[in-house]
């Protein structure tokens, strides 16, 4: 009998405000896990919904 593995999709987004730095925290399909730090939270917002919208995910965590 064959068997078959499943990969359960990791992919997230999360941007975070710290110490007036914006970063987006971007997981891969696979886990990996990227950050990108921004001086300006228009530019952190508009990387983290191309990100969203590349992985193909609902809505982005912010926190």
């Known amino acids: 009998m ?4 499943t990969h359960q999709n990791l992919a997230s987004i999360a941007l ?5 730095e914006w970063f987006v ?3 891969e399909a696979d886990g ?5 730090s921004f ?9 983290a919904e191309g990100q969203r919208a590349r992985l193909g995910i609902e ?3 912010r926190l």
């Open 39 to 47: 001086d300006h939270k228009d530019h952190a917002v508009s990387f």
């Open 16 to 20: 975070v405000e710290a110490a007036g």
């Open 59 to 61: 809505a982005f965590e």
């Open 25 to 27: 925290r971007v997981v």
């Open 2 to 5: 064959a068997e078959t593995t």
């Open 32 to 36: 990996e896990v990227n950050t990108r």
